[in-house]
């Protein structure tokens, strides 16, 4: 899915603008016409963003449930409590809230009025809303909700956390390298073309490398720049996004790290969704749309039409990506009857492996980024030391 922002305007011809996801910018007009407007301008919004964006509507839904169970466990009703909550939230979300609470004044129950804004509210949320509707018990399901999602959301915090100084000292290295070429070594060519010696192998690379960074320094340092944005434009590609997630997942440490996070939001949903009554192919049907990884939503897709057809979920997951004990937690839930108490304990297991996988890869990258600055830079004085100490040799020193 793509994401589009758009200008447009009422019957009554007031302006409204906001964002809409689609998978083609047809189908984004034709939501937004849907909604009783008329589209004066609609952009794509670019994947970064679009990554932000959700990153961010994440952490409200988070917060929105905590609020809103403390209103009810006041004793305030839902309709009530959405007013209040629209009064004192930022612009962006009041619209939002303000027309929940005019839903629900129509006569809409939570969960419709959540329904309409699934691009903050999935459709796992809305539905575990519905089934605490259902049965009175919105405010500790909501509860659980927003500590599932906590928790969720304090592992990527970890993991964002971990990620930073590595990433700087990786654009740190790569721009100091860049330097090195382009700046520094050649002051170091007309020198060593000078010396009545044969320049060693390792020299002749260096002053290789040296010579294309001083022809095409512009271009490499374009390219260093026009390379992530080419690779975004090809992952908004729906067969390439495909393919690149796929590809995410077979990275080392990396790609475990990613299945760990992934698997620790989907088998947390499907717990309290179980565990609010819901039947387990309608669980994973709601469950779907949490998994951001383009190569597991289609397995998982899968997944849930093989359980409607009869199957089991361990069957279906069989030989998958899914690691043998989740796996085996799996099978065993499904053999005892517990299966949504052991698919909170496959949640944990990944929420635990995530964290420690976090841990070593930040553990890892440090060191080995200095050791590859280093060895770039012991290199390049190597290089030109060589051919001195082969001259100086000669002269019987």
């Not at 189908?27 to 994947?47: D, M, N, P, T, Y």
């Not at 990153?55 to 988070?62: L, Q, T």
């Not at 979300?93 to 999935?122: C, I, K, N, W, Y």
């Not at 304090?154 to 990620?163: H, I, S």
């Amino acid at each position: 899915m793509a994401s589009f922002s758009y200008t447009a305007r009422t019957e009554a011809g007031d302006l409204r603008r906001g964002e809409v996801e689609a998978a083609t910018r047809t189908e984004a007009a034709r939501l937004i016409q849907a909604h009783g407007l008329f589209a004066v301008a609609l952009r794509r919004k670019s994947v970064l963003h679009l990554a932000r964006r959700r990153a961010a509507d994440r952490k409200y839904a988070m917060v929105f449930c905590r609020e809103l169970a403390l209103m009810l466990a006041a004793g305030l009703a839902a309709n009530e409590s959405l007013q209040l909550l629209a009064a004192d939230a930022p612009q962006k979300r009041r619209a939002m809230l303000s027309d929940m609470a005019r839903r629900m004044a129509h006569g809409a129950t939570l969960a419709e009025a959540m329904a309409q804004h699934g691009e903050v509210f999935p459709p796992a949320i809305s539905s575990l809303v519905r089934a605490g509707e259902a049965g009175g018990s919105l405010e500790p399901l909501l509860k659980r909700l927003a500590d599932k999602e906590e928790k969720s959301w304090r592992v990527r915090e970890k993991l964002q956390t971990a990620l930073v100084y590595p990433a700087l000292l990786a654009l740190a290295a790569m721009f100091a390298v860049t330097f090195i070429f382009i700046f520094v070594l050649p002051n170091f060519v007309h020198m060593l073309d000078g010396l009545a010696v044969e320049l060693p192998l390792p020299t002749r690379l260096v002053l290789g490398i040296g010579s294309l960074f001083e022809r095409h320094g512009v271009a490499v340092l374009a390219a260093l720049f026009v390379f992530p944005l080419a690779l975004r434009l090809l992952y908004r590609e729906r067969r390439l996004h495909f393919f690149a997630d796929r590809l995410l997942l077979r990275l080392p440490l990396f790609g475990r790290l990613r299945l760990d996070l992934e698997l620790m939001t989907l088998f947390d949903t499907l717990a309290v969704l179980m565990e609010s009554g819901s039947a387990l192919h309608e669980a994973l049907a709601a469950s779907e749309g949490v998994v951001q990884n383009r190569f597991l939503a289609a397995l998982f897709s899968r997944t849930r039409r093989e359980v409607e057809r009869g199957g089991t979920l361990a069957a279906a997951l069989a030989g998958s990506v899914v690691p043998p004990l989740v796996w085996e937690l799996v099978r065993a839930g499904e053999h005892t009857g517990e299966l949504a108490a052991m698919l909170e304990k496959a949640a944990d297991f990944c929420r635990f492996a995530g964290e420690m996988r976090a841990e070593r890869m930040e553990a890892m990258l440090e060191p080995l980024l200095v050791l590859f600055l280093g060895a770039v830079v012991g290199t390049v004085v190597l290089a030109v030391a060589l051919p001195l100490l082969e001259m100086i040799g000669s002269y019987g020193y």
